[in-house]
């Protein structure tokens, strides 16, 4: 199944495929190793938590402390009610990684609709911290993933 999905995220996401989708989205859904992949390439790229503070804080007790997970290096928390407030970079050219739940999808489209060129969409951190332990070729997963100590 996850060949099947994969084959198909890769169909629809390659540069030169021919769309089969009416009006396809202005921004490029990654998995784990796909975010791993632009995060080694990039040193300038842009990084975007969405999910609530206390989330990428790693500060979450109770019952909900499974959703203490860390977050990628260097990444900015910019919760959805910041949205439209909040100060982006100028560069629209540059990459800029997004990941959180559904809030992030609606900040991809936010920034696409805004001129920026080459927005990448995780959903979850979960994908990156399971490709660093599961996927061949993700072992150095784990160096972009901070704020995590004792957890995984």
Known sequence: ????????????????????????????????????????????????????????????????????????????????????????PGNKNGDVLIYGRGEAFKLAVKLSVQGYKNVYVMRGLYGMVSCAFNVEGCEDALGYLVNHEGLY
């Open 1 to 88: 199944m996850y060949h099947l999905l994969s084959g198909l995220d890769d169909l629809l996401t390659e540069d030169n495929a021919v769309s089969i989708i009416g009006n396809p989205v202005p921004y490029h859904i990654v998995d784990g190793k796909g975010a791993l992949s632009i995060l080694k390439k990039d040193n300038h790229l842009t990084v975007y938590d969405t999910r609530p503070k206390v989330e990428f804080e790693s500060k979450v007790t109770g019952h909900e402390s499974y959703k203490n997970i860390g977050s990628i290096k260097n990444a900015v928390n910019v919760e959805e009610k910041d949205f439209a407030t909040f100060n982006y």
